[in-house]
């Protein structure tokens, strides 16, 4: 039906930055909200942030300022800039999908990437 195909994690230093991409194929009608979670070892997945198609955003208050949400149609972007090692985790794409002759959203999520920031 839906895939989500992440890409962009990595390693890198405190301080840095990455940004994460994930684009979204299949019976789309269309997505309201795409968003990021983040799912560090021995911990829930949280929000991190999410967009919708009117450009609305919403942001951890971990965060905010720091991180930047985007979209083009059904690709969403996470522009992650001074990153801390408390930002290592697997981060997780997410939307919530109204496909093409379903009635309903649907929620799907990607297959996760890893974002190691060492310290």
């Known amino acids: 039906q839906v895939q989500l195909v992440e890409s962009g994690g990595g390693l890198v230093q405190a301080g840095g930055s990455l940004r994460l991409s994930c684009a979204a194929s299949g019976s789309i009608s269309s997505i309201p909200v795409m968003g990021w979670y983040r799912q560090a070892p021995g911990k829930q997945r949280e929000l991190v942030a999410h967009i919708t198609t009117g450009g609305s955003t919403n942001y951890a208050d971990s965060v905010k300022g720091r991180f930047t949400i985007s979209r083009d149609k059904n690709t969403v972007y996470l522009q992650m800039n001074s990153l801390k090692p408390e930002d290592t985790a697997v981060y997780f794409c997410?939307?919530?999908?109204?496909?093409?002759?379903?009635?309903?959203?649907?929620?799907?999520w990607g297959q996760g990437t890893q974002v190691t920031v060492s310290s």
């Open positions: 997410n939307a919530d999908v109204k496909l093409v002759q379903v009635a309903g959203s649907y929620t799907f």
